[in-house]
């Protein structure tokens, strides 16, 4: 049965801001306290999703959350109506009003992992929302997201939805930011590929000293036997502590991968040998393109500050595949001249496109953040909830739903406004009737 790997990208939230919640993320430190664009966010991530439509894929949107999270900050103590919540935040405890009204499941690479029915032992489609416990405000999210997800795909004889793993740190779970898919053809058995920054049970393993690392080697594992996958076919990889300490706070910031590619820095993994034995080894007889970047050619700080590796690989239906990277990679000299050299080279990359994502690179996400890939058979696709699949007609009702919610400047200060509550609320309320996903969101429940 032939399968496609669809994109589902995160419409960017009413509240994008910067607040510097991420630490560890180095683009979202820096441009902590400056003003956002929410409108010009929104815009430029659908424009990506009808850019990557338009080549031929399969596009499909998933919503944002609802922020502020009125829910959250009433569960922490703050009492009397929606507007007197806020106002009491904002008085006695702004770091966590700015927490809750984060717009951060725009990067919906963090949102779930996602294991294809070609490669679970009960030929189902398996999602885990992750539960993304090293950061209070992206913690909160995966109630929301599980809804979301099964709004969308509803069949359950053919989609499992899981509970998100145990929230304590022991499982910190960063979703698909730390997981990719190597096959052939999208309709075979695949190797899964999850990458972990320490093991929680074993303080005797290397780990990072100065950065977290947010994905546990046991997360990963409870993930593997969750979704009923072969063992043969899964690789567990650890990143290098010392690129964690640099910056690379998930793998997608300094490797990618699609069928038979996996496109790395060299310092990306502690064991760069033993993970491409055992990839080869899963992957079987047939040819695998191992692209190393060499730290000569891009250094780890060009590829944390131009998001080179946080890109998406996509096959594109013509044949070949091409690379979407950020502007930023045009603007590093370095990154720029190394992608000439890639897209001329004998591997199966054969193009590199740019997008202009500023408004989501200056909070610390770039290409590959802002979509899950999941894999779909034909089957599946006509099972999902046909009105979140990017389309002409959505385009245009996304693009004058942005225009007419979203505004244009925001800055920290703002959040406590109740004139935002309300926008955001009135906004959701009718992207859910555009999407055609019921009741998602506490407001509606």
């Known amino acids: 049965m032939q399968a496609v790997e669809a994109n589902f990208d995160g419409l960017v939230g009413p509240t994008h801001n910067y607040s510097g919640l991420s630490y560890g993320n180095v683009a979202s430190e820096l441009n902590q306290q400056a003003s956002s664009n929410p409108k010009e966010a929104a815009k430029q991530g659908l424009k990506k999703m009808k850019a990557l439509y338009d080549l031929g894929l399969v596009q499909g949107v998933l919503a944002p959350q609802e922020r502020p999270d009125i829910h959250t900050l009433r569960r922490l103590g703050f009492t009397g109506s929606d507007q007197k919540v806020l106002e009491q935040a904002a008085k006695q405890a702004p770091r966590i009003l700015a927490n809750c009204c984060s717009a951060s499941s725009m990067w919906t690479a963090n949102a779930a992992t996602v294991s294809p029915s070609a490669d679970t032992s009960d030929r189902r489609v398996h999602f885990t929302p992750a539960n993304l416990t090293n950061k209070f405000h992206r913690s909160i999210e995966h109630h929301t997201t599980g809804r979301i997800l099964e709004a969308i795909f509803t069949n359950e004889q053919h989609f499992a939805h899981h509970q998100a793993l145990p929230g304590a740190e022991h499982f910190g779970d960063e979703g698909a930011a730390n997981h990719t898919r190597f096959c052939e053809n999208y309709n075979d058995t695949g190797v899964e590929f999850f990458v972990f920054g320490r093991h929680a049970f074993d303080s005797s393993k290397p780990a990072p000293t100065k950065y977290p690392a947010r994905q546990t080697y046991e997360a990963s594992a409870a993930i593997a036997r969750q979704h009923q996958l072969d063992p043969k076919k899964v690789v567990y990889a650890q990143q290098n502590p010392m690129v964690i300490d640099q910056g690379v706070f998930h793998n997608d910031v300094i490797a990618v991968g699609n069928q038979n590619v996996l496109f790395f820095h060299e310092d990306a993994f502690l064991s760069k040998k033993q993970v491409m034995e055992d990839v080869s080894a899963a992957f079987g007889n047939t040819?695998?393109?191992?692209?190393?970047?060499?730290s000569s050619a891009v250094s780890v700080a060009d590829a944390v500050s131009s998001y080179l590796f946080n890109s998406q690989l996509i096959a594109l239906p013509k044949g070949g595949m091409a690379i979407i990277v950020?502007?930023?990679?045009r603007e590093n000299t370095a990154v720029y001249h190394y992608l000439q050299k890639l897209i001329a080279s004998n591997?199966?990359?054969?193009?590199?496109?740019?997008?202009d994502l500023k408004q989501s690179m200056c909070n610390g996400g770039g290409p590959a953040c802002l979509r899950l890939r999941i894999v779909l058979t034909e089957v599946e696709q006509a099972e999902i909830n046909q009105a979140c699949l990017m389309s002409d007609h959505l385009f245009a009702s996304l693009d004058a739903w942005i225009e007419k919610h979203y505004r244009d400047c925001l800055s920290e200060t703002d959040l406590a406004d109740p004139k935002l509550l309300m926008e955001s609320r009135t906004a959701l309320d009718?992207?859910?009737n555009i999407l055609e996903l019921g009741s998602v969101y506490p407001f509606q429940l």
Request: net charge negative; glycine share 0%; with cysteine.
């Open 287 to 294: 040819p695998f393109h191992f692209v190393e970047v060499p």
């Open 326 to 329: 950020p502007e930023e990679c």
């Open 347 to 355: 591997n199966p990359i054969k193009e590199v496109k740019f997008f």
């Open 430 to 432: 009718e992207l859910t």
